[in-house]
Antibody, heavy 119, light 106 residues
């Protein structure tokens, strides 16, 4: 059974940092592209970032460029998102998601972790 | 950035009826289009990708059609568990989502 569990969310001050983690099990993590998608309260879905199965290709959405860093540790079956220079508009539930082979499509999702940016 | 526009924003349907949801792209995305279902407090669930391919375990009452800029998700014979918000997503260039269509009980 595929399981994906995010952690690391919480309250951060504007300008602060948080590091999200996503621990996965039930599939061969190193074979898949992985993604972060976020959803502000009461709003729609926004793709944040992706990392290739070998870690060599990394892409960010406009909301994350220059501030967020995605990474992975295949030995720990864990995906990360380092978020710096946080803004109020980064407040959202952050989901990790597994990519369908060959496409930026998300076939399995974690339950999400809430990030709140407020003073 | 490719903008995805979904209509209507809310669709009121009686159980057992058919629901037809639309999604329009600001430029052609070929068939690089996915649909997701999201219920309150839950993560989204993948329904359809490559515009017409049902994801694993998705019932046959869900079907997708379209190409280029115009897409449709059809739910035939709505069941109680189908009342939710539905999002389309293009992945031809990046991965932008539509704003969602809420399917509610009439």
């Amino acid at each position: 059974e595929v399981q994906m569990v995010e952690s690391g969310g919480g309250l951060a001050q504007p300008g602060g940092s948080l590091r999200l983690s996503c621990a996965v099990s039930g599939f061969t993590f190193s074979n898949y592209w992985m993604h972060w998608v976020r959803q502000a309260p009461g709003k729609g879905l926004v793709w944040v970032s992706r990392i290739s199965s070998d870690g060599n290709i990394i892409t960010y959405g406009d909301s994350a460029k220059g501030r967020f860093t995605i990474s992975r540790d295949d030995a720990k079956n864990t995906l990360y998102l380092q978020m710096n220079s946080l803004r109020a508009e980064d407040t959202a539930v952050y989901y990790c998601a597994r990519g369908v082979v060959g496409a930026t499509v998300f076939d399995y999702w974690g339950q999400g972790t809430l990030v709140t940016v407020s003073s | 950035e490719i903008v995805m526009t979904q209509s209507p924003a809310t669709l009121s349907v009686s159980p057992g009826e058919r629901a037809t949801l639309s999604c329009r792209a600001s430029q052609s995305v070929n068939t690089n289009l996915a649909w997701y279902q999201q219920k309150p407090g839950q993560a989204p669930r993948l329904l359809i990708y490559w515009a017409t391919t049902r994801a694993t375990g998705i019932p046959a009452r869900f079907s997708g059609s379209g190409s280029g800029t115009e897409f449709t998700l059809t739910i035939s014979g709505l069941q109680s568990e189908d009342f939710a918000v539905y999002y389309c997503q293009q992945y031809d260039n990046g991965g932008t989502f539509g704003q969602g269509t809420k399917v509610e009980i009439k």
